[in-house]
């Protein structure tokens, strides 16, 4: 059974850095991608960023391109999302996806077959 846990999350002012990370165990298989969607009260679920199995393709929303870094962590079978110049408006709930059998990153939510719980970002003015 897969199992997918982000964590990082929390309180910063605008300006500000915070570096989320996502674990994923579980995994019958070798070729995945995963993505960092993001859901603000009120409104819908939205794509921030994704990555390949091997972290040779990423793929960025334009509102964080520039600012927002994800990279892969092999060995934990996961990835991280360094966020810099935090803005009052990335505030959100924050889940990590995972995409068996996806050989691109993609923003399709769809895509995704493994969802975690979420972490919650708050970005203050």
């Known amino acids: 059974q897969v199992h997918v846990v982000e964590s990082g999350g929390g309180l910063v002012q605008a300006g500000a850095s915070l570096r989320l990370s996502c674990a994923a165990s579980g995994l019958a298989f070798s070729v995945y991608a995963m993505g960092w969607f993001r859901q603000a009260p009120e409104k819908e679920r939205e794509f921030v960023a994704a990555?390949?199995?091997?972290?040779?393709?990423?793929y960025y929303a334009d509102s964080v391109k520039g600012r927002f870094t994800i990279s892969r962590d092999a060995a934990k079978n996961g990835m991280s999302l360094q966020m810099n110049s935090l803005k009052p408006e990335d505030t959100a709930v924050y889940y990590c996806?995972?995409?068996?059998?996806?050989?691109?990153?993609?923003?399709?939510?769809?895509?995704?077959?493994?969802w975690g719980q979420g972490t919650q970002v708050t970005v203050s003015s």
């Open positions: 990555i390949n199995f091997n972290g040779g393709r990423t």
């Open positions: 996806a995972v995409g068996r059998a996806l050989l691109r990153p993609t923003m399709t939510e769809g895509a995704y077959d493994y």
